[in-house]
C-alpha cells in the first residue's frame, strides 16, 4: 500500500485524528517540523511537567560539573549522544536521520561552565541559553537534548497512548539516559515501530511543542540586543561576534532571560495546524470567484493556492491535510490535494467500508466547464493505494454527459467521483462562518445526491 506521507497510525490502520489525540501523530518517512521547548514544562501549571524541567535543567548542570571537575571525556562524549533522539521523529529531516554534534562543539558547550562564572557557580536555570553562546546549537539540539534526557518518562507516556488508542507495540532495544547515575543505559522495554525500518518510535505531547523556541537567538538578537546594545558598537557584530560577547557578558543574556520569565504568561504551544480566521477565508472565497477560468494571468495557480488554503481549513479537524502538489508514482502527474481518512465523521467511515477510502484526492480545475478526460484523469489516481473515491473542485456544475460518466465509473468499477463548484465552496464557507454546522457536511450532501443518481 502506497500512503502519501504515512503516519504510524494509517499504516496500522487505527483511525483517529491528530485532533482526538494528546500527541503528534508521527509521520514514518520523515520528521515533524516542531520540536519540544524546555520552557514549556518550566511554564506548565503540572507539577508533573516542572519535575521533569527540574531533572532536564540538573542533568545539564551535572554534565558540566563533571566537565569542570576533571570527567571531561565522558561528559562530552554523553553530550554528543544526547544531542540526537531519532525516536522522536521532530525536526526537519526527510529521512529521520539525524546528525549528532561533534567533539569541539560538545567541548565548547561544556567549557561554558569554566569560562562563564556565574554559571560555573550555579549552572543554568533554562539550559536552552546555549544558543546564544555556541555556534550551530539551535532549536533541534535543544529539542534533542531535552528528549534525551527526560527519554524514560516519554517511553511510559508512549506506551499509556498506545495502550489508549489500541497502537500495537513490540520488544526494543534503546538507550535511555539514566537519571541517577547520569550516564546513557541500554533497556529493553515495548514500543510502537516503524514498519519501513524496523526502528523505535517515540511520541511527544503536544502540550510541549514549538515551532521557534520561546528562548532562541534570533529573538534575541532583533527583539534584544540591537534594541538595548546595538548603539554601542561602531560597526554591527556579526554572529561570532555576537556570542562571543555574550560569554564575557553574562548579566546581559540574565537580564535578557528574567524579562523572557516575566513575559511568558501567553506563551502557548504551536498548534500541528492552523485554521485560518474566518475573513480569510470569506476573502480567499471572493479572491476565487473573481478569477476568470483557465491559465489567464496564472488564474489556474491561484486558484489552486487560494482553494488549498480554504479546504485545508474548513475541512479540519475531520479531515487532516496531507500534502498538495503530490506527483504519481512515474512523475507524470500531479494530484492537486490529498486528505487523510480518519473516519472521524460518519461520511468519512462509509467512504472508507464501501470504497476503501484511506485518503481522499482533490482534484482542482480551474476551467469553464469540467470534461469527461478531467473525470478519467482523477479515475486514474483512484487505486488500491488511495481507495475508489475521490473529489473534484471546479468553477461551474458539471454538464449531463459529465455526470452520466461518473455514473458509469461507480456502475463498472464501483468508483464514486464527486463534483464540486463554486456554490458548493460558498456554502462550505459560510457553515464555517455560522459553526452550527460541519463544512464537510458539503460533501456529505453532495454524496447523498450522487447516489441518487444511481442504479437500482
Same mark, same amino acid.
Given at each position: 500500500?502506497?500512503?502519501?506521507?504515512?503516519?504510524?497510525?494509517?499504516?496500522?490502520?487505527?483511525?483517529?485524528? !491528530?485532533?482526538?489525540?494528546?500527541?503528534?501523530?508521527?509521520?514514518l518517512?520523515?520528521?515533524?517540523?516542531?520540536?519540544?521547548d524546555?520552557?514549556?514544562?518550566?511554564?506548565?501549571p503540572?507539577?508533573?511537567?516542572?519535575?521533569?524541567?527540574?531533572v532536564?535543567?540538573?542533568?545539564?548542570?551535572?554534565?558540566?560539573?563533571?566537565?569542570?571537575?576533571?570527567?571531561?571525556?565522558?561528559?562530552?562524549?554523553?553530550?554528543?549522544?544526547?544531542? $540526537? @533522539?531519532? /525516536?522522536?521523529?521532530?525536526?526537519?529531516?526527510?529521512?529521520?536521520?539525524?546528525?549528532k554534534?561533534?567533539?569541539?562543539?560538545?567541548?565548547?558547550?561544556?567549557?561554558?561552565?569554566?569560562?562563564?562564572?556565574?554559571?560555573?557557580?550555579s549552572?543554568?536555570?533554562?539550559? $536552552? /541559553?546555549?544558543?546564544?553562546?555556541?555556534?550551530?546549537?539551535?532549536?533541534?539540539?535543544?529539542?534533542?537534548? =531535552?528528549c534525551?534526557?527526560?527519554?524514560?518518562?516519554?517511553?511510559?507516556?508512549?506506551?499509556?497512548?498506545c495502550?489508549?488508542h489500541?497502537?500495537?507495540?513490540?520488544?526494543?532495544?534503546?538507550?535511555?539516559?539514566?537519571y541517577?547515575?547520569?550516564?546513557?543505559?541500554?533497556?529493553?522495554?515495548?514500543?510502537?515501530?516503524?514498519?519501513?525500518t524496523?526502528?523505535?518510535?517515540?511520541?511527544?505531547?503536544?502540550?510541549?511543542?514549538?515551532?521557534?523556541?520561546?528562548?532562541?537567538?534570533?529573538?534575541?538578537? $532583533?527583539?534584544?540586543?540591537?534594541? /538595548?546594545?546595538g548603539g554601542?558598537?561602531?560597526?554591527?557584530?556579526?554572529?561570532v561576534?555576537?556570542?562571543?560577547?555574550?560569554?564575557?557578558?553574562?548579566?546581559?543574556?540574565?537580564?535578557?532571560?528574567?524579562?523572557?520569565?516575566?513575559?511568558?504568561? =501567553?506563551?502557548?504551544?504551536?498548534?500541528?495546524?492552523? !485554521?485560518?480566521?474566518?475573513?480569510?477565508?470569506?476573502?480567499?472565497?471572493? =479572491?476565487?470567484?473573481?478569477?476568470p477560468?483557465?491559465?489567464?494571468e496564472?488564474?489556474?495557480?491561484?486558484?489552486?493556492?487560494?482553494l488549498c488554503?480554504?479546504?485545508?481549513?474548513?475541512?479540519?479537524?475531520?479531515?487532516?491535510?496531507?500534502?498538495?502538489?503530490?506527483?504519481?508514482?512515474?512523475g507524470?502527474?500531479?494530484?492537486?490535494?490529498?486528505?487523510?481518512?480518519?473516519q472521524?465523521?460518519?461520511i468519512?467511515?462509509?467512504?472508507?467500508?464501501?470504497?476503501n477510502?484511506?485518503?481522499?484526492?482533490?482534484?482542482?480545475?480551474?476551467?469553464?466547464? +469540467?470534461?469527461?478526460?478531467? +473525470?478519467?484523469?482523477?479515475?486514474r489516481?483512484?487505486?488500491?493505494?488511495?481507495?475508489?473515491?475521490?473529489?473534484?473542485? =471546479?468553477?461551474?456544475?458539471?454538464?449531463?454527459?459529465?455526470?452520466?460518466?461518473?455514473?458509469?465509473?461507480?456502475?463498472?468499477?464501483?468508483?464514486?467521483?464527486?463534483?464540486?463548484?463554486?456554490e458548493?465552496?460558498?456554502?462550505m @464557507?459560510?457553515?464555517?462562518?455560522?459553526?452550527?454546522?460541519?463544512?464537510?457536511?458539503?460533501?456529505?450532501?453532495?454524496?447523498? $445526491?450522487?447516489?441518487?443518481?444511481?442504479?437500482?
Open positions: 500500500m502506497i500512503i502519501i506521507r504515512p503516519r504510524i497510525n494509517d499504516f496500522y490502520n487505527v483511525p483517529f485524528s !491528530q485532533e482526538e489525540v494528546d500527541f503528534a501523530i508521527p509521520f518517512d520523515e520528521d515533524i517540523p516542531l520540536y519540544v524546555p520552557f514549556l514544562l518550566w511554564k506548565s503540572s507539577m508533573q511537567d516542572n519535575s521533569l524541567h527540574t532536564l535543567v540538573n542533568s545539564f548542570n551535572s554534565l558540566g560539573h563533571n566537565y569542570i571537575k576533571g570527567n571531561t571525556n565522558d561528559s562530552i562524549n554523553i553530550l554528543i549522544q544526547s544531542s $540526537e @533522539c531519532e /525516536e522522536v521523529g521532530l525536526g526537519n529531516s526527510k529521512t529521520k536521520q539525524g546528525k554534534i561533534s567533539l569541539k562543539e560538545s567541548s565548547k558547550i561544556l567549557e561554558l561552565f569554566k569560562n562563564i562564572p556565574q554559571i560555573h557557580k549552572g543554568f536555570t533554562h539550559f $536552552e /541559553e546555549i544558543q546564544l553562546f555556541v555556534e550551530n546549537i539551535s532549536k533541534d539540539r535543544v529539542s534533542d537534548i =531535552t534525551n534526557i527526560i527519554k524514560s518518562w516519554l517511553i511510559d507516556y508512549t506506551i499509556s497512548q495502550d489508549k489500541n497502537i500495537p507495540i513490540e520488544k526494543s532495544k534503546i538507550n535511555v539516559f539514566d541517577k547515575s547520569g550516564k546513557f543505559k541500554e533497556e529493553e522495554t515495548w514500543l510502537p515501530e516503524n514498519p519501513n524496523k526502528s523505535p518510535i517515540i511520541f511527544t505531547p503536544k502540550r510541549w511543542l514549538r515551532f521557534i523556541p520561546y528562548i532562541n537567538y534570533e529573538e534575541y538578537f $532583533e527583539k534584544y540586543f540591537l534594541k /538595548e546594545l554601542q558598537f561602531e560597526e554591527p557584530l556579526s554572529r561576534e555576537i556570542l562571543d560577547y555574550n560569554r564575557y557578558n553574562y548579566d546581559v543574556v540574565e537580564t535578557y532571560i528574567k524579562i523572557k520569565e516575566r513575559n511568558s504568561e =501567553t506563551l502557548k504551544n504551536d498548534p500541528l495546524f492552523k !485554521q485560518i480566521p474566518i475573513l480569510s477565508s470569506k476573502r480567499k472565497f471572493r =479572491t476565487i470567484a473573481k478569477l477560468t483557465g491559465k489567464t496564472n488564474a489556474d495557480k491561484e486558484y489552486e493556492k487560494n488554503q480554504i479546504l485545508a481549513s474548513v475541512l479540519y479537524p475531520h479531515l487532516d491535510f496531507a500534502s498538495e502538489q503530490s506527483r504519481t508514482e512515474n507524470v502527474h500531479i494530484r492537486d490535494l490529498i486528505f487523510y481518512n480518519n472521524s465523521y460518519p468519512l467511515k462509509d467512504l472508507y467500508e464501501l470504497y477510502c484511506k485518503q481522499i484526492i482533490f482534484e482542482l480545475k480551474n476551467v469553464k466547464e +469540467v470534461e469527461n478526460e478531467h +473525470v478519467n484523469q482523477l479515475n489516481y483512484l487505486t488500491n493505494s488511495f481507495g475508489n473515491f475521490g473529489i473534484i473542485f =471546479t468553477r461551474n456544475k458539471p454538464p449531463k454527459k459529465v455526470i452520466e460518466n461518473t455514473i458509469s465509473l461507480w456502475s463498472g468499477q464501483r468508483k464514486c467521483i464527486l463534483i464540486l463548484d463554486d458548493d465552496l460558498k456554502l @464557507c459560510q457553515l464555517y462562518e455560522g459553526k452550527q454546522r460541519n463544512p464537510i457536511d458539503v460533501i456529505n450532501k453532495k454524496y447523498i $445526491e450522487f447516489t441518487r443518481l444511481l442504479p437500482s
